[in-house]
Structures are given as C-alpha cells and as structure tokens.
C-alpha cells in the first residue's frame, strides 16, 4: 500500500518475545499523513508509542542506519541465526514495507542520531502499554530520563497500578513527577488519546498467575479520526480455548462489521512460537495452530453472524509480532512460523495477507 493509500504509519522498534534482550515489544503508531520529520520540526504531537521493550537506542540506531547506509537494525535477526531470509520473504505484502523511516530525519545533520532519536520521542503523545511484563515496558523505564515534558501513560487499571506499585514505586526505580499515569477503562468507545488517533480498550487473557487467577493484557482497537480506519493490536494474548475464555470472541464480534466495510487496515497479534506437542505448556501465548484457530471464528463470525459472502477475511493484513527466539538447530523461528501460517492459510483458504514484523521497518496500513 503507498503512503497515500494508508491510515496509518506502524512503526517496529523491537518485536522479539525475548528470551533475548534489546529488541523487545515497542511500536509507534500515527496517522501516515505526518512524516517523521514533520512530527520533529513542528513539534507535532501525534506519535503514539505503543509498548516499550526498546526504545530511543533503536531510534537512534535506526537513523544511524539511513547515515551510513547500513542495516543493523532491519537485519537484527540475522545476526542472530544463520538461516534468515531476505526482509522481503516475510511479508506477503512487501507494498506495505518501508526499510527507512527516519530517512529524511536522519539528513538534519546538524544533530548527532541520538539527539534526533530523543527529539523523536518527545514527539509522543502518550505511552500505551498492553500489560506490565518487563519485555514490554524496559525502554519505557530505561528511556524515562530523557523526557523533557510531562508524559501520559495510558493502561487498564491492572497495567498501571502494576507499573506504579513495583516498577516507579522509588525503589525499583525513582517515582517521577512528570509521568502521569492514566486509566483506560475497557468498552470505553472512541477514548482520544491523540488529536487524530482514538481508542478503545478489551481485556485479553495471558496465561495465570495461580491455579484460580488469569493474568489479563490488553488489545487496543485504534481509529484514526479523519478517514476512520482501524488498526487492531494485542498485548500478548493466548486462545480462549487455551484460557477457556470468551474474550477474543468479544473483540472478533466487535471488529467483523469494520472488516466487512474495509475499515479495519490490519490485525497486529502475536504468535510466540511453533505449534508445541500436546499437553506442553504455552504460558499465555498463541501457536500457529492457535492463531489460525482464532481466525477461522473471525471468518465465521463474518460469515454466519454478518452475512458476508465468502473469504470476509481476503486480503487482510495480519501482522505477527512476539515471535520468541530459540536455540536449537532449526535456527530461525521466524520462518517455521511463518510457514506454519502459510500453510493453514492456504489449506482453509482464508487468503489472510500474513507479515512477520521486523525490527527497524515501518509497515504503512
Ligand atoms: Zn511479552
Ligand atoms: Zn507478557
């Protein structure tokens, strides 16, 4: 899709599940009609960051990148195993990817790249964090030094009394006066959290903290507030029948009319690993099996409960985020992922557009 044609500009800073650290969930999300550049030189406020596992040394890393012509951050993962494929392989939607998006940032030479990164994030509007879990907020925590004005962090209520009771409670790290933290209340439609972005908050299930206790995260059904395209990101999330839950039916339920009227750009969604042998445990995330689980009720919702002809979900854009790194010798699990996916894709003939994000790309939707 061309800059034009789009809602949104998402942007991938980091988008491992870990175990390895640096490049951990953080994404900002504006309306694609504002360049980067222009957000930085009127001091426009409309980028959102949208978790936080990395932050401004991505940011600057990344505008290093367009200086020197290199690609340290969009080839991340192939430093990492030795089976990778080209950045094109892991989309199929390539029209969606643009590999520079600090490019005309990054020509404001007067400005060393962490100068411009920081300048970046004092472009955001607010912070969203889908749950507290430290792969999701670090660079927010790391990062907070470099704030020069106050800073909104939006989340359910479990997220930010988590983040104020036991990360800036002082001692794990200082409590600042400039962060201020903020309720987003779920089925509140249309919260506006920027001039142009507004958001309506689900609780998802992520596993348990005890025998009787589900540990919940978030998804966040964005809407730019000009053309009204919808953007639908999750936290980490397992299946309801992992949890035994109906709280993916709920948001499906909710977002099936905005698909069946084009609104909906894109679903971003995690898929930790390949599908496990039976009775391992998934610890509150989804498999290729899972996800395509979760999208075959999407389909049928469109289908039974909405009446759409055939294949609803056509030509979606479904991006996968959270993929956990592993170290055995099928290497790259990015590709077993994917392949996974391709193949359930193509077997129920859903015709889904899958993506798998990589880290330094901005995906226009
Ligand atoms: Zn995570
Ligand atoms: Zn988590």
């Known amino acids: 899709m061309s800059v034009n044609a789009s809602t949104f500009e998402f942007t991938v800073l980091g988008c491992s599940g870990g175990p390895v650290a640096g490049k951990t969930c953080a994404f900002l999300l504006k309306p694609s009609s504002i360049p980067f550049e222009q957000a930085l030189e009127n001091e426009v406020d409309c980028i959102l960051a949208l978790d936080a596992g990395a932050g401004v040394e991505t940011i600057a890393e990344m505008i290093t990148d367009c200086r020197k012509n290199t690609a340290s951050v969009s080839s991340y993962f192939s430093q990492l195993y030795n089976n990778t494929e080209d950045l094109n392989y892991y989309s199929d939607n390539i029209g969606l990817m643009n590999p520079h998006p600090f490019e005309a940032v990054s020509k404001i030479s007067a400005k060393s790249s962490l100068q411009l990164a920081k300048g970046i994030l004092n472009c955001m509007s607010a912070y969203i964090i889908t749950h507290p879990h430290l792969d999701h907020v670090l660079g927010l925590v790391i990062n907070s030094p470099c704030f020069t004005r106050q800073t909104p962090i939006y989340g359910t209520q479990q997220t930010i009394d988590n983040l104020k009771n036991h990360i800036f409670n002082g001692k794990v790290w200082p409590t600042l006066s400039y962060l201020s933290f903020n309720y987003l209340q779920p089925c509140t439609e249309n919260f506006s959290v920027t001039e142009s972005i507004a958001v309506e908050t689900f609780h998802v299930s992520h596993g348990i903290t005890s025998s009787t206790e589900l540990y919940k995260s978030s998804a966040f059904l964005f809407t730019e507030t000009n053309d009204k395209g919808k953007l639908l990101f999750f936290g980490d999330v397992e299946s309801d029948l ?3 839950t109906k709280y993916n039916q709920h948001i499906w339920l909710k977002v099936a009319d905005h698909i069946l009227t ?3 750009k894109a679903i971003v969604i995690e898929c930790s690993s390949v599908d496990k042998k ?11 099996t899972n996800l395509i689980s979760e999208l075959l009720n999407l389909q049928n919702i469109c289908l039974e409960k909405k009446k759409a002809t055939r294949h609803p979900l056509a030509g979606l854009n479904v991006l996968i985020i959270h993929v956990k790194e592993t170290f055995d010798h099928l290497g790259d699990p990015r590709k077993q992922v994917l392949e996974s996916l391709r193949r ?8 889904i557009n899958f993506t798998i994000c990589m880290p330094g790309i901005s995906y226009f939707i």
């Not at 039976?278 to 290729?288: A, C, D, I, R």
């Open 344 to 351: 359930w894709n193509q077997k129920y003939d859903l015709r």
């Open 262 to 264: 084009n609104k909906l």
């Open 242 to 244: 992992s949890s035994n």
């Open 278 to 288: 039976p009775g391992q445990p998934l610890f509150g995330h989804m498999t290729p």
